[in-house]
């Protein structure tokens, strides 16, 4: 068994981050080739979030393009999960149902948003909670967080898989800019 550690544990966002994207894992692991959060080719995120802030893709954009994006839009990234330890060959298995039960650290959301303290709104990128029992109960006591501290939370389709008018709509409305 290894120890697989999130690959962007150490970005930072900036201070004056209001709009918060939460995922789940992105493992540092050799063979995995995302420069940045929701970097890997078959994620649409580079897609969807820069049209609900009316600007250009930026899916094939350099970090660089990203990272001022999101500092220009006071958006910020964070992921549920800090490591997971699994069997030699599943570094990098990004399927939900596999990690579930891998998880050796949650990420500490109640010092995040102490830390980040401008943070107005989450958007969690899945629906669904079928096979992962252990991220719902985390989403759930995230969600307590947010309700505690005035903060809204919001669901957002998955940017997995597949980009089209109606998943980019949806964002739009969850978003209301």
Known sequence: MIIVKHKFRNFENNSDI???ILGTFNPDADDNNAEFFYGR??????????????????????????????????????DIIQEVEVENGNETNYADGFIDSRVTKW????????KYSAIKKVYFTRKTFNGIPNMEERIGLIKKICRSRNIEFFI??????????????????????
């Open 18 to 20: 209001q709009f918060l």
């Open 41 to 78: 080719g078959r994620n649409y995120l580079w897609n969807l979030l820069p049209k609900v802030f009316k600007h250009e893709e930026l899916k094939t954009s350099s970090y660089l393009d990203k990272v001022s994006f999101i500092q220009t839009n006071k958006i910020g990234f964070l």
């Open 107 to 114: 990420t500490d959301f109640e010092s995040f948003i102490e």
């Open 156 to 177: 957002l389709p998955t940017p997995a898989r597949f980009e089209n008018q109606e998943k980019l709509n949806e964002w739009k409305q969850i978003f209301s800019l």
